[in-house]
């Protein structure tokens, strides 16, 4: 089932194209104008305002948090009773250390606070904590998508291996446009177009 969109396309494939040529443009755009720059790191509204960037021409729901029940194979996301909650403690969590940045991220993850587009926002979000605290940057160029989705999906019980694997990806090109596209095209990459499963209320 496609997702409605402005664009009006049915076809799960033309959508799936659209989106991912029209929030590579917002995300370069986004570095280019020096938008990213302006936006408070780590905090949700900041995460929104990517989003709604990268989504604003294709979604009605972009930078707003979803309204729906999702899921992904057995995992289901912050239920819709608690995400409130949820992304306010988030919005707390401290983000001096690479530790707490990265625990911050797996707890976001968690959340999906989006209907769809969440693991390209949260890159993005997350590379702009780096930068922020520790002006570091991931070049996800090195990081395997396998390993990385396995890490993702282990790390709300363990940590360890999603912290391991961004530590080994760190650069401090932080400000490279080669770097922070690489990060854009992998993000198509290791998501897949992965369908989730949602429950309207």
Do not use: C
Not at 86 to 92: P, Q, S, T, V
Not at 176 to 193: A, L, N, W
């Amino acid at each position: 089932m496609t997702l409605e969109n402005k664009l009006g396309l049915t076809s799960s494939a033309d959508l799936a194209r659209e989106e991912e040529r029209i929030s590579k443009k917002r995300a370069l755009e986004l570095f280019e104008n020096g938008m990213l720059d302006k936006l408070e790191a780590g905090k949700l509204s900041s995460l929104k305002a990517i989003h709604k960037y990268l989504f604003d021409d294709l979604y009605d729901f972009a930078g707003e948090i979803r309204t729906v029940n999702i899921s992904k194979g057995n995992f289901r996301f912050a239920p819709l009773v608690y995400l409130e909650a949820a992304l306010a403690n988030i919005d707390k969590m401290p983000q001096s250390t690479f530790d707490e940045i990265v625990e911050k991220y797996v707890e976001m993850n968690i959340a999906h606070p989006f209907r769809e587009g969440n693991g390209r926002s949260a890159r993005i979000w997350l590379d702009l904590i780096f930068k922020t605290e520790l002006h570091k940057v991931v070049d996800w160029s090195k990081v395997d998508k396998e390993d990385y989705l396995l890490a993702m999906e282990r790390s709300p019980i363990k940590d360890i291996e999603i912290k391991h694997i961004l530590r080994a990806a760190l650069t401090d090109d932080i400000n490279s446009r080669e770097v922070y596209m690489k990060g854009i095209d992998h993000s198509y990459y290791y998501e897949g177009y992965t369908t989730f499963k949602t429950e309207e209320l």
